[in-house]
């Protein structure tokens, strides 16, 4: 498989042999299939028990997973039509670009959210019921995808503003520089990811500091929430790694320039799918609640004493023998 391409700018020729090309796909779609394997576990567990349908901490927590999953498909499927097809349809590569880029910028503005969460649950306990309903929580919810949306649809309107109609025939290499390739384009990206980013950390910053603040006499759920917020600060840096992934490989390249196929995978391995590992870990994981709803879900095991059929066989029984 050829790269000479790296976001849209010419950098070096380079081509795996057919066993690394499978290789690697193989691996890419094993851990694709194994973290949603985690995730849809988690999604069940939600759906299944409703006393996480109420707080808006698991409704943030779910929206995040299912947000992951979304990203972790899209990510997957561009990854291997890199390789078996190279070059695709312009107006199919927008199709697929448009979730991909909506879910990656939910997922920063998603933690921020779950970050501001914790803040009211700990610094304002007593009106927290009254702040953190359903209702406001799916307000925000919607509001996340809607600023997410101009993180790509400004691009699409300026694309069809600016190139003829035979482009979207066109085959290209499916990525955001190369699809959204206008000046403009690439200007406002940079200007939102930094106004996006900065906005979000200076809500973990502040969130955390309150919380420090508020947990001098320290109870266990404070010094949770104060270490929650540690990893959401965590998850956005691995989320941060998408925007300079690039110049990340491009300096490694001075270094390795033979090596731009075998960057590329690791460089993917790490951006796309390290985050999407952490999110399960950090609430479906380290929460009791929904820990012990989800060891059995997640290992494919319902105690005979648990299942419903076991408790109305029992019953009938019991009945019977009265």
């Not at 380290?286 to 095991?301: A, N």
Request: aromatic share 12%; glycine share 2%.
């Amino acid at each position: 498989m050829n790269f000479s391409s790296l976001n849209g700018s010419s950098v070096v020729q380079s081509r795996d042999t057919f066993t690394a090309a499978v290789t690697k796909n193989v691996i890419v779609t094993a851990l694709c299939i194994s973290i949603n394997y985690i995730n849809g576990t988690l999604i069940h567990t939600f759906r299944k028990h409703e006393v996480f349908h109420s707080s808006s901490r698991y409704i943030l927590f779910i929206h995040l997973v299912i947000n992951d999953m979304i990203q972790l498909i899209m990510a997957s499927l561009l990854y291997v039509i890199s390789y078996a097809l190279y070059t695709i349809n312009v107006a199919l590569c927008i199709i697929l670009l448009i979730p991909s880029h909506f879910t990656t910028y939910n997922t920063p503005l998603n933690l921020a959210g779950m970050a501001v969460e914790c803040y009211m649950a700990v610094c304002i306990p007593l009106r927290y019921k009254q702040i953190c309903t359903v209702k406001n929580t799916f307000i925000l919810i919607g509001l996340i995808w809607v600023l997410s949306s101009f993180s790509i649809l400004p691009d699409l309107f300026i694309l069809m503003a600016t190139e003829q109609p035979q482009f979207f025939l066109s085959r290209q290499f499916c990525s955001r520089d190369t699809v959204f390739r206008s000046s403009y384009s690439l200007k406002k990206k940079d200007i939102y990811n930094i106004v996006c980013f900065t906005l979000v950390w200076l809500t973990l910053f502040y969130t955390y500091i309150r919380i420090v603040f508020t947990a001098r006499g320290a109870t266990q759920d404070i010094k949770k929430s104060r270490n929650t917020i540690l990893l959401h600060g965590f998850q956005l840096l691995l989320c941060m790694l998408t925007y300079v992934k690039s110049s990340f490989v491009k300096g490694l390249l001075y270094l390795l320039p033979k090596q731009l196929v075998n960057l590329r995978f690791v460089s993917f391995i790490i951006v796309h799918m390290m985050p999407r590992f952490v999110s399960p870990i950090v609430y479906g994981l380290r929460d009791q609640t929904f820990r012990k709803h989800v060891k059995r879900y997640l290992l494919c095991k319902v105690s005979s004493r648990n299942h419903p059929e076991f408790v109305v066989s029992t019953t009938r029984r019991t009945m019977k023998l009265q």
